[in-house]
């Protein structure tokens, strides 16, 4: 079984940053694409950014210009740079790992870690 470990959600000032971590570990063959998704109060689960086993990246368009991700596909981690952050990004933010565990394909997600920008 594959399991997923968020870290790094924490208060801080609209303006600031904020790095979140991820780690996906047990019984992974091969990971494909790593993501992250947040719900804010109220709303859907919506993805934020994801990053394939290749380097491609996708972001959400409110995101864009101000959060990076990137990820070590040896250590199966991936982090979400957010800089810039708004009130509006408060949210809890789960980490996603898509890929080929030992005997089938997995689709893996973490408990979440909370964001909230607030002055």
């Known amino acids: 079984q594959v399991y997923v470990a968020e870290s790094g959600g924490d208060l801080v000032q609209p303006g600031g940053s904020l790095r979140l971590s991820c780690a996906a570990s047990?019984?992974?063959?091969?990971?494909?694409?790593m993501a992250w998704y947040r719900r804010a109060p109220g709303n859907q689960r919506e993805l934020v950014a994801a990053i394939t086993s290749g380097g491609d990246t996708n972001y959400a368009d409110l995101v864009k210009g101000r959060f990076t991700i990137s990820r070590d596909s040896a250590k199966n981690t991936v982090s979400l740079q957010m800089n810039s952050l708004k009130p509006e990004d408060t949210a809890v933010y789960y980490c996603n790992a898509k890929g080929r565990g030992v005997l089938r394909n997995f689709d893996a997600w973490g408990q979440g870690t909370q964001v909230t920008v607030s002055s």
């Open positions: 047990g019984g992974i063959f091969n990971m494909y694409t």
